[in-house]
């Protein structure tokens, strides 16, 4: 298997929720960052609440995906918004390609 990523650095993050990672079968891991000053609350689907999200913590704080511990979640849609203010995102996608041959 070949790898492959991909970085972003300043992802804008507010209250109204945006698309951070479009869906991809072939991502098999991602990590954020939370690099701002406002909590960033992270979900898969448009429907990102306090409630049904996962909050990020901000100055630092991260959320990492994995597909050995979280199965197909890795290639779903992500997004996130943050409950008041705004926030910067770093964002980290891993993509696993299958190579031809034995």
């Known amino acids: 298997m070949d790898f492959s990523w991909d970085f972003r650095g300043n992802v804008a993050v507010t209250t109204t929720p945006i698309l951070i990672m479009q869906h991809n079968p072939n991502r098999i891991a991602w990590c954020i960052w939370n690099l701002g000053e406002a909590t960033v609350l992270v979900g898969f689907t448009q ?40 926030s910067t995102l770093a964002v980290l996608e891993v993509f696993g390609v299958v190579g031809g041959g034995v």
């Open 47 to 86: 429907q990102v609440t306090t409630t049904s999200s996962i909050p990020v913590p901000p100055n630092g704080g991260s959320l990492q995906v994995l597909w050995r511990e979280d199965l197909v979640l890795p290639a779903s849609e992500v997004w996130a918004c943050t409950p008041a203010g705004s």
